[in-house]
Every structure is written in structure tokens, then in C-alpha cells.
């Protein structure tokens, strides 16, 4: 078999010593602190935005990313749920643009998820 590239030198790992994580499937498990709870919102646009149009959405939110930040703190859009650190029981609207167009953003509250509990449900499903 012909020789059809070569390198210039060896290529030799790097000498790192990484922290190891348990990995469970696909995803790393992560341990949270005693009382920590994600709340979740569900995502709603006035006028409506087909939930198929991730695109849309995604500028949407990020028109109004310091703005959910402000009211909710950290947070993560996920499809047409909003998972954040903080709760409101009120609802979060926003006014917001993307596609030239003027929208509404309205989160409303779901629910709250004890990341203690998930992660001990987790567990005891392994068994």
C-alpha cells in the first residue's frame, strides 16, 4: 500500500492527569448540593410560533436573554420548556423580536424538580 500523507514529526499524547467523572450511557451524572431545585417554565410566543421552528425561537429568546436572566437567573431553553434557577409563580412576558416581527414571550411556571430526588431516582433505577 502506497504511503499517501506523512507527518513532519511523531505525534505524541500530552502528559495529562484529568479529573475521572462517572459516566453513565451518554451523559455524565452530576452530584448538586443538599436543596438545590431547577424550576421549569413552559415557553409560549403571542403570536404563535410553531414549536417545529427551533431557528425562530432561538432568536426570540436571545432578544431577550438579559432580561430572562434578570428574572429567573441561569437558565437553559430546551424545546418549549425553559429550565432556570430561580421560580416566579408569576408569569414572565417579555416582549421580544426575531423575523422583522414583533412577538410576546410569555414563560409560564410548571413546576420544580429536586435535583436531589432526580439524582436519587437515578440511582435506584440502576438497581
Request: aromatic share 8%.
Amino acid at each position: 500500500m502506497a504511503q499517501t500523507a506523512s507527518l513532519a514529526r511523531h505525534i505524541v499524547p500530552l502528559p495529562l492527569q484529568l479529573p475521572t467523572s462517572p459516566l453513565i450511557s451518554n451523559f455524565y451524572t452530576p452530584s448538586f448540593s443538599p436543596g438545590t431545585n431547577i424550576h421549569v417554565y413552559s415557553v409560549h410566543f403571542i403570536p404563535d410560533v410553531d414549536n417545529d421552528n427551533r431557528s425562530l425561537r432561538g432568536e426570540l429568546i436571545r432578544s431577550v436573554e438579559v432580561q430572562i436572566t434578570q428574572a429567573l437567573g441561569g437558565h437553559i431553553l430546551s424545546g418549549i420548556n425553559l429550565f432556570a434557577v430561580r421560580e416566579s409563580q408569576n408569569p414572565v412576558i417579555l416582549p421580544c423580536t426575531g423575523g422583522k416581527s414583533a412577538f410576546t414571550l410569555r414563560l409560564q411556571y410548571a413546576r420544580t424538580v429536586s435535583l436531589e430526588v432526580a439524582q436519587a431516582e437515578r440511582t435506584l433505577s440502576r438497581f
